[in-house]
């Protein structure tokens, strides 16, 4: 790990550090496997160490973090980010040496208003690279510490076992780098996640409805992990939507006026890259689509029936249409659409409700608390158009609490997303191995089959069973749990993981 970080810092091709990042994971892979261990001290200087290099480096891989820092740089000057793209003339004012770093500047902020207080955070450290990184690094230490108290948390394991789980995650080259190297704050939702799993093993309601909506601020995955809470009271899943739904009222209204779509509608929309089944979901779909209209040639249709309605969506933000078109180009005829546009809309539709299905689905059975989350996020990263290695962190910390391989694998072999860079970088094209892709997906799938068809794996770091009670208390207190909760008998998978046979 630390000759990747060195090779950055000689500005090496992003190849010659990937593959040192990918040759980090084999004594890692061998730590976790094997069950070895090392002492407090000796990781945190070794994270503490690579960290550091980390946070000194030039960037590398992702430029995220300068879309940060004009954020909270906008902010300061008392100017609405989600009302104008950095491009805009508007913000003249805010522009400094850092502004033409900013990637995709003609689009708002995609970010929800707990991330832009974080961007505000990091830019009072210092308005630099390092400032992101820096408090990329912390937190990625406060996950570590945050695991190896997790299993004495829920009962079910001791301190030793708790440093484990946390080594294996501080370790973790995928974690590290996203954090400490990128700066992407992705880890702190990592955190809102594992405390929304402990605060509903724990039945402590208000807790959980603090932590899902921290996640839905950071990065609006609370939104699908809100069912979860309490879906036999309609009191408690209100409550719980309403949480989650409130960051998202700025970016519904961004760009009013500007002649913008906002940048929520933008990402929702047409952001695509690295995708696993979702590939399949949009096939599927554009077959369905040209069935429904007329085809006009062999890549448009035309909805002759819902000509009115497409007309009076015609140049709104709620046009189809709305970012795969500029601004400003002229539609002669409002019911043609290009396939790919209504598929692409009809698609991601499809799996944001399977996703919310999903969800209903594991709370309406009582499953427990921390393998339902593990389903609900995993079926966002399997099924989700756009998947960044940075995403991974959403679920690692608490893939490492259930002693599950999946995200760990996945975590190995997330290096291919990057491997577009150097082409990027020479020819400013971007163009993915698709070979690459299948060999990342096809992986993560086999692992996950494996794990879920035998039920029997080596125990991750040799962590005991950390799984909590099924059924979570509807009553909105945090100090008192209910005595007269009736659970459903379930009969654990033979490596007790305490997985109910009915589940998934």
Not at 73 to 101: N, T
Not at 463 to 481: F, H, L, N
């Amino acid at each position: 790990m630390g000759a990747g970080v060195v090779s950055v810092h000689a500005a090496a091709p992003p190849s010659t550090a990937l593959l040192w990042f990918c040759a980090a994971a084999l004594p890692y892979g061998w730590l976790v496997w094997r069950r070895a261990t090392l002492s407090t001290r000796d990781g945190l200087v070794a994270v503490v160490g690579v960290g550091a290099l980390c946070v000194a480096a030039p960037v590398a891989f992702s430029d995220d973090l300068y879309r940060f820092l004009w954020d909270a740089r906008v902010a300061s000057f008392g100017i609405d980010p989600y009302q104008y793209a950095p491009s805009d003339p508007a913000l003249q004012i805010a522009r400094d040496g850092l502004w033409r770093q900013v990637n995709n500047p003609e689009v708002p902020t995609i970010y929800p208003p707990v991330a832009q207080w974080l961007f505000r955070g990091m830019d009072g450290l210092g308005h630099a690279p390092w400032s992101p990184r820096l408090v990329g690094l912390l937190g990625h230490l406060g996950v570590g510490f945050a695991l190896t108290r997790l299993p004495a948390a829920l009962g079910r394991g001791d301190d030793q076992a708790g440093v484990r789980i946390g080594m294996a995650f501080w370790l973790n080259p995928l974690a590290l780098q996203e954090s400490a190297l990128g700066g992407h704050i992705d880890v702190f939702v990592g955190l809102a996640v594992l405390g929304f799993g402990w605060a509903l093993a724990t039945q402590r309601v208000w807790r959980a409805l603090l932590f899902v909506a921290l996640a839905s601020g950071l990065k609006l995955i609370g939104l699908v992990l809100a069912p979860l809470i309490g879906i036999r009271d309609r009191k408690v899943m209100v409550l719980a939507l309403v949480v989650c739904l409130v960051p998202i009222v700025p970016l519904i209204g961004a760009g009013e006026g500007t002649g913008v779509t906002g940048g929520l509608g933008q990402y929702a929309r047409r952001w695509r890259g690295n995708e696993g089944l979702y590939g399949g979901v949009e096939a599927g779909a554009a077959w369905a689509v040209r069935h429904m209209g007329e085809e006009v040639g062999t890549t448009r249709v035309r909805f002759d029936q819902e000509r009115a309605l497409f007309a009076a969506l015609q140049g709104t933000r709620f046009d189809p249409r709305a970012s795969f078109l500029g601004e400003k180009k002229q539609v002669f005829d409002p019911a043609e659409f290009e396939v790919h546009v209504i598929a692409s809309a009809l698609a991601r539709a499809m799996v944001f409700l399977c996703v919310v299905g999903l969800a209903l689905g594991l709370a309406w059975r009582r499953t427990p608390p921390l393998v339902a989350i593990r389903w609900v996020l995993l079926s966002v990263l399997l099924l989700s158009p756009q998947v960044h290695p940075w995403y991974l962190l959403w679920l690692l910390p608490l893939e490492l609490a259930l002693r599950r391989w999946t995200v760990v694998v996945w975590s190995i072999v997330a290096f291919a997303a990057y491997a577009p860079l150097d082409g990027w970088i020479q020819d400013t094209v971007w163009l993915e191995p698709r070979g690459l892709t299948w060999v990342q997906y096809g992986l993560v799938l086999t692992t996950l089959g494996l794990e879920t068809a035998w039920g029997r794996w080596p125990r991750l770091a040799g962590v005991p069973k950390v799984e909590a009670p099924a059924r979570v208390s509807t009553e909105c207190s945090s100090d008192v749990r209910s005595t007269a909760t009736h659970t459903r008998p379930s009969t654990a998978i033979p490596d007790g993981s305490g997985l109910p046979e009915h589940s998934l």
